[in-house]
Protein backbone atom coordinates (compact mmCIF):
# COMPACT_ATOMS: atom_id res chain seq x y z
CA UNK A 1 0.00 0.00 0.00
CA UNK A 2 1.40 3.64 -0.99
CA UNK A 3 -0.07 6.78 0.02
CA UNK A 4 0.48 9.71 -1.46
CA UNK A 5 -0.10 13.29 0.81
CA UNK A 6 -0.26 16.90 -0.57
CA UNK A 7 -0.06 20.06 1.26
CA UNK A 8 0.23 23.69 0.96
CA UNK A 9 -2.37 24.54 -1.30
CA UNK A 10 -4.16 27.96 -0.58
CA UNK A 11 -5.56 31.46 -1.45
CA UNK A 12 -3.45 33.54 -2.33
CA UNK A 13 -2.66 37.20 -4.64
CA UNK A 14 -1.23 37.37 -7.76
CA UNK A 15 2.78 38.14 -7.22
CA UNK A 16 2.61 36.22 -3.89
CA UNK A 17 4.38 32.71 -3.16
CA UNK A 18 3.44 29.80 -2.08
CA UNK A 19 5.06 26.26 -1.04
CA UNK A 20 3.10 22.80 -1.55
CA UNK A 21 4.55 19.49 -0.18
CA UNK A 22 4.26 15.99 -0.97
CA UNK A 23 4.95 12.73 1.42
CA UNK A 24 4.89 8.76 -0.06
CA UNK A 25 4.88 5.87 2.21
CA UNK A 26 4.08 2.49 2.30
CA UNK A 27 6.80 -0.16 0.61
CA UNK A 28 8.65 1.73 -1.84
CA UNK A 29 10.91 0.10 -3.04
CA UNK A 30 11.85 2.18 -6.26
CA UNK A 31 10.51 4.80 -8.76
CA UNK A 32 11.50 6.23 -12.02
CA UNK A 33 10.27 10.25 -11.08
CA UNK A 34 8.51 12.43 -8.65
CA UNK A 35 6.61 15.33 -9.44
CA UNK A 36 4.26 17.40 -10.02
CA UNK A 37 1.05 18.17 -12.00
CA UNK A 38 -1.96 20.02 -11.84
CA UNK A 39 -5.26 20.38 -13.88
CA UNK A 40 -8.00 22.96 -14.02
CA UNK A 41 -11.74 21.52 -14.18
CA UNK A 42 -12.56 21.02 -18.06
CA UNK A 43 -9.31 20.83 -19.23
CA UNK A 44 -6.07 17.77 -19.54
CA UNK A 45 -3.92 17.20 -16.41
CA UNK A 46 -0.68 19.11 -17.21
CA UNK A 47 2.94 18.36 -16.18
CA UNK A 48 4.56 21.39 -14.05
CA UNK A 49 7.93 19.73 -12.99
CA UNK A 50 9.41 16.74 -12.06
CA UNK A 51 12.40 15.36 -11.11
CA UNK A 52 13.68 12.01 -12.23
CA UNK A 53 15.77 9.11 -10.27
CA UNK A 54 18.96 10.38 -12.06
CA UNK A 55 18.15 14.09 -11.35
CA UNK A 56 16.91 15.59 -14.25
CA UNK A 57 14.45 18.00 -13.75
CA UNK A 58 11.69 19.28 -16.14
CA UNK A 59 9.64 22.14 -16.12
CA UNK A 60 6.66 23.21 -17.74
CA UNK A 61 7.81 26.23 -20.13
CA UNK A 62 4.57 28.28 -18.23
CA UNK A 63 6.97 27.93 -15.15
CA UNK A 64 10.09 27.73 -15.54
CA UNK A 65 11.78 30.46 -13.65
CA UNK A 66 8.84 30.76 -11.45
CA UNK A 67 8.42 27.46 -9.60
CA UNK A 68 11.02 25.55 -8.38
CA UNK A 69 11.12 21.45 -7.33
CA UNK A 70 12.71 19.53 -5.10
CA UNK A 71 12.90 15.59 -4.63
CA UNK A 72 14.73 13.73 -1.80
CA UNK A 73 14.31 10.39 -3.27
CA UNK A 74 15.15 8.53 -0.05
CA UNK A 75 12.65 10.66 1.65
CA UNK A 76 10.37 9.78 -1.03
CA UNK A 77 8.95 13.46 -0.31
CA UNK A 78 8.57 16.46 -2.96
CA UNK A 79 8.79 20.34 -2.66
CA UNK A 80 7.25 22.76 -4.81
CA UNK A 81 8.32 26.24 -4.75
CA UNK A 82 5.74 29.10 -6.52
CA UNK A 83 6.88 31.92 -6.25
CA UNK A 84 5.40 35.05 -8.43
CA UNK A 85 1.94 33.39 -9.02
CA UNK A 86 -0.59 34.13 -12.02
CA UNK A 87 -3.85 33.86 -11.89
CA UNK A 88 -3.64 31.09 -14.68
CA UNK A 89 -1.86 28.96 -12.46
CA UNK A 90 -4.76 28.50 -10.11
CA UNK A 91 -5.46 24.66 -9.99
CA UNK A 92 -5.57 21.47 -8.19
CA UNK A 93 -1.82 20.43 -8.21
CA UNK A 94 -1.30 16.63 -7.73
CA UNK A 95 2.14 15.01 -6.53
CA UNK A 96 2.89 11.53 -8.67
CA UNK A 97 4.98 8.81 -8.19
CA UNK A 98 6.47 7.58 -11.73
CA UNK A 99 6.81 4.25 -12.23
CA UNK A 100 7.18 3.23 -8.33
CA UNK A 101 8.19 0.01 -7.68
CA UNK A 102 6.60 -1.66 -4.36
CA UNK A 103 9.01 -3.88 -2.38
CA UNK A 104 8.12 -7.63 -2.81
CA UNK A 105 6.96 -7.18 -6.18
CA UNK A 106 9.94 -6.57 -8.46
CA UNK A 107 9.00 -5.40 -12.37
CA UNK A 108 5.97 -4.28 -11.72
CA UNK A 109 5.79 -0.67 -12.15
CA UNK A 110 3.10 1.55 -11.78
CA UNK A 111 2.11 5.58 -11.35
CA UNK A 112 0.73 7.18 -7.82
CA UNK A 113 -1.59 10.24 -7.05
CA UNK A 114 -1.91 12.39 -4.27
CA UNK A 115 -5.64 13.46 -3.56
CA UNK A 116 -4.84 17.12 -4.91
CA UNK A 117 -4.08 20.56 -3.06
CA UNK A 118 -5.97 23.74 -4.37
CA UNK A 119 -4.09 26.83 -5.44
CA UNK A 120 -6.01 29.96 -5.80
CA UNK A 121 -4.47 32.88 -7.20
CA UNK A 122 -6.70 36.38 -7.08
CA UNK A 123 -5.94 38.85 -9.06
Known amino acids: QVQVVESGGGLVHAGDSLRLSCAAS????????MGWYRQVAGKPRELVAV???????NYADAVKGRFTISVDHAKNTATLQLNNLKSEDGATYYC?????????????????WGQGTQVTVST
Open 26 to 33: GNIDSMYA
Open 51 to 57: VLRSGTI
Open 96 to 112: TLVGLVVTGAPGVAMDY
